[in-house]
């Protein structure tokens, strides 16, 4: 190999099977897709966020939240994160249509949080856990986040003020009043609920119905009778 | 006096009758190099002391819990830009430039474009990191430099490759040692991928639905592609030269050359959920078959390996070797962790090693394992000629080497066994999750004495380029610069 145009070609066409495979191909997959409508309720799933959870995204991206905390929740026989009650459904690429900037995470150093909102949905106990994890969870390892918190002086009324354990709560009596950060970065934290199924990740075939009603299990879908996506099992 | 002035710019033509020596050729890379090898070794302390930092903080969560600056979550993408492009980058551009110059006997190319190429390449660095410390993050893992950051290292790279790449037409060496295609692979690499990064994830950003995959395959192949073709050309370069023996292997090096760009472009996707199941199914099939090209470079390296004459450099030898054998292992590591359960006999290595500590051991294996290993072994050779002195003491010495390479092991080691401890805890559904991070604590423990150690040879290298460049100073000028004894 002694002429460079010929050894530049080859990279050319090498990457560009890369490209093609690993870039192009996905995006001709993913840039028709489209949010799923549930045939029963009508519901749309993936759903934009609301104001303040996006705002609240923008804190968790910030503070780099994703580096110790994946979002993606692995299928059933796939390691057991449906096991640790963590999803009841493996995470899809959908899952992060409407996302500004998917935040998957690769370490899991903290819990997965793809559905911390349908989880723990008490905003009280994510504003305590990130005032100091050890409130909730005694053996945590996570750091605490104190400049998301606002700390007054002793005595001060606030309507928004943490109800702190007095083990955990300041020793001159200071008031911690929540910023409009934390407030954001848990009305986002409850906004994290991929549990809806979609095509690719449908409900287990013994799960009960999702809505509440006495017509038998087939009729709830418009396939043939007896035709199937689900994970057999 | 004579020997410090650099060459003139000769003509093409003139070039192709007289090639210029091996130091001619020193002379005209010793600024821009040198610039690039400062910064890099700066950024290496630096950077490994903010990865230091941050696994302190593993241990002690609550210190300086206030400061927001230095929460983790800032501290990993800033360590990991610092040390990726402050450093690994700039030593891959120093190492190519010099590469190049060496084996096609030829003078640099545009060296005071270089000049401003390395300052803005380490100034942009500085302000992408004062930005992610900041709070100016990303949001996708190894994609840390910020927009603004990003746009700049991109025009500062496309000004570096096109005088790395006119260098290396004017190269009066028509026949292309393995290095020179390694070094091709690696300058059109960077642009390729980085480009596709930047414009997919920040000035054009993709569906969040894409973003997962754009930024896998980018993480993937800026080491892949990038640093493993600049670590590659070091041994390639280094390897025989200082055996003394010709390369083993020819054609063999020509396969594993194509083989590897082919295969080792499609992995990375192994522990992937969010996305589409083929592409970990296909990451994890050519992670298999990019063993072959490793293995195939690997035991070329072996044959071509023999205990140098010259004491001198003995330090470089055993450092490269050394690299080029974590290289190996590594990739064969990857391959066999990746494989998902191919039937009920294999175990399921891939769902018990995803998101433990296991694949950032693999990915610091490749990074500090091999490429800085190979990277720093090189530097130390290097920089000393382009001082025209005598070897470092760096290089003659043991002490150093053996810094480096227990300084490596301890740090890569303990990742790769608390991601074992850690992935047999959390397939533990009954055990609580914060047993299984507080199993890995104490492998985080000895890794941080590995990143310690590697920080003290970072000072020991800067310790030395300070003591080449004073020497330099005096011997040219030095009753102006005050010191005049010399």
């Known amino acids: 190999m002694k002429h460079g145009p010929l050894i530049f070609l080859g990279l050319l066409i090498t990457m560009g099977w890369s490209w093609f495979g690993l870039i192009f191909t996905p995006y001709r997959h993913t840039v028709a897709m489209t949010p799923d409508t549930n045939q029963i309720t009508q519901a749309v799933y993936p759903f934009q966020r609301n104001g303040l959870a996006r705002k609240g995204a923008e804190v968790y991206r910030a503070n780099g939240c994703y580096a110790c905390h994946t979002q993606q929740v692995r299928s059933e026989g796939q390691g057991n994160d449906q096991q640790r009650g963590w999803g009841t459904r493996h995470t899809v690429a959908k899952d992060f249509l409407y996302e500004d900037v998917a935040m998957t995470g690769s ?84 906004s994290l609920n991929a549990s809806t199924p979609v095509f690719e990740a449908p409900p287990k075939t013994n799960a009960a119905p999702s809505i509440n009603t006495n017509a038998p299990t087939a009729t709830l879908t418009n396939a043939p009778a007896g035709a199937s996506n689900a994970v057999p099992q | 006096m004579t020997v410090y002035a650099t060459p003139k710019p000769q003509p093409v ?24 090898f400062t910064g890099a070794i700066g950024w290496f302390v630096l950077g490994n002391l903010v990865y230091l930092l941050s696994l302190i903080k593993l241990h002690a969560p609550a210190m300086m819990a206030g400061v927001p600056a230095l929460t983790y979550g800032r501290l990993v993408p800033a360590q990991s830009a610092m040390l990726l492009y402050g450093f690994a980058s700039q030593a891959a551009m120093g190492l190519i430039l010099w590469m190049i110059c060496r084996l096609g006997r030829t003078l640099l190319f545009g060296k005071t474009t270089l000049l401003l190429v390395g300052a803005l390449w380490n100034l942009t660095v500085l302000i992408g990191v004062v930005a992610i410390l900041g709070g100016n993050l990303t949001g996708l893992d190894r994609f840390d430099l910020p927009r603004s950051a990003a746009s700049f290292i991109l025009l500062a790279f496309f000004l570096y490759g096109i005088c790395a790449l006119i260098t290396f037409h004017r190269r009066t060496e028509r026949d292309l040692y393995p290095s020179m295609w390694w070094i091709l692979a690696a300058i059109f690499f960077f642009v ?56 083993a292997g020819y054609s063999a090096a020509v396969f594993s050359f194509w083989a590897w760009v082919l295969f080792s472009s499609l992995t990375g996707f192994q522990y992937q959920a969010a996305v589409p199941r083929w592409l970990p199914a296909l990451s994890a099939v050519a992670a298999v078959l990019s063993t072959v090209p490793a293995l195939g470079m690997g035991l070329a390296w072996h044959q071509t390996y023999a205990p140098t004459k010259n004491s001198s450099f003995a330090g470089i030898l055993r450092m490269v070797r050394f690299a080029s054998l974590i290289f190996v292992i590594g990739v064969v590591l990857a391959a066999l962790s990746g494989v998902p359960q191919t039937s009920r006999n294999v175990p399921q290595f891939a769902e018990l090693l995803a998101y433990t500590l296991w694949p950032q051991g693999l990915a610091q294996g490749t990074f500090y394992g091999f490429f800085t290993l190979a990277a720093v072994a090189a530097m130390i050779g290097i920089v000393p000629t382009l001082f025209n002195s005598a070897p470092s003491s760096l290089s003659t010495g043991k002490a150093f080497p053996t810094m480096m390479i ?37 492998f985080v423990g000895i890794s941080m004495i590995g990143v310690l150690i590697l920080i003290i040879c970072g000072l020991m290298m800067l310790r030395d380029l300070y003591e080449l460049t004073r020497n330099s100073c005096m011997e040219c000028c030095g009753d102006w610069v005050g010191g005049g004894s010399r």
């Open chain 1, 107 to 190: 370490q899991r150093l903290g819990p997965d949080l793809a559905n911390v909102g349908a989880r723990i949905p008490d905003a009280n106990w994510h504003l305590l856990h990130l005032y100091n994890p050890k409130i909730k969870v005694p053996k945590s390892n996570m750091a605490p986040y104190p400049y998301l918190f606002e700390k007054r002086k002793a005595g001060t009324e606030a309507s928004n003020a943490l109800q702190i354990p007095p083990a955990f709560a300041p020793k001159d009596g200071s008031v911690i009043v929540p910023t409009p950060e934390a407030v954001a970065l848990v009305a986002y934290l409850l």
């Open chain 2, 13 to 36: 033509s003139e070039i192709l009758v007289n090639p210029p020596s091996a130091e001619q050729s020193d002379l005209s890379v010793r600024l821009p190099v040198l610039l690039f």
């Open chain 2, 192 to 247: 390729w991928v980085f480009a596709a990064g930047y414009i997919l994830l920040q000035a054009e950003p993709v569906s969040g639905a894409l973003q997962p995959i754009i930024a896998t395959w980018f993480s993937n192949n800026i080491v892949a592609l990038w640093l493993v073709p600049v670590g590659a050309a070091v041994v390639y370069y280094f390897l025989p030269k200082l055996s003394g023996k010709p390369l």
């Open chain 2, 406 to 442: 227990a300084g490596t092991l301890l740090l890569i080691l303990p990742l790769l066994l608390g991601g074992i401890v850690q992935g047999n805890a959390l397939a533990n559904s009954s055990l609580p999750f914060v047993e299984a991070t507080r199993k890995t604590l104490p």
